[in-house]
């Protein structure tokens, strides 16, 4: 528990642990995205043996070990391009005015629904029942 915020500052930069936020606004043109950690600038494998779960895999089983955590950095890696493409994603509101062509009435949502017939009548009317 001594080392626990170093342990904790060397999983976020092995990339194991990337800091962002996710902020969604209602201004137009932003970024809600926000990456808070640098880059990943330690290999994870520095990072993973110094736990007990993948120490004891690299002693157990070496080649097994070296294969996941390769496996485990391309992850990283490819997660954090990924990460970096979504903070430059900028948010863009749809506005009233472009979609008015698709609002429908009352009587088109009830023939959309299902509650008259092409005519306009009820079914109680189409059939004549009251």
Known sequence: MTTSMAHQK???????????????GVEEHEHPFQLDSAKPSIPLKEFALKEARYAMLARTDPRRSEELIDLAQQAIDERWRYYEQLVDVERTMPH???????????????????????????????????
């Open 10 to 24: 060397e999983a976020v930069k092995a990339g194991y642990w990337p800091l962002y936020r996710y902020r969604p």
């Open 96 to 130: 009233l005015d472009d979609h008015d062509e698709h609002l429908m009435t009352a009587d088109e949502l009830a023939d959309a629904a299902g509650d008259g017939d092409s005519t306009g009548n009820t079914a109680e009317e189409a059939t004549g029942d009251d």
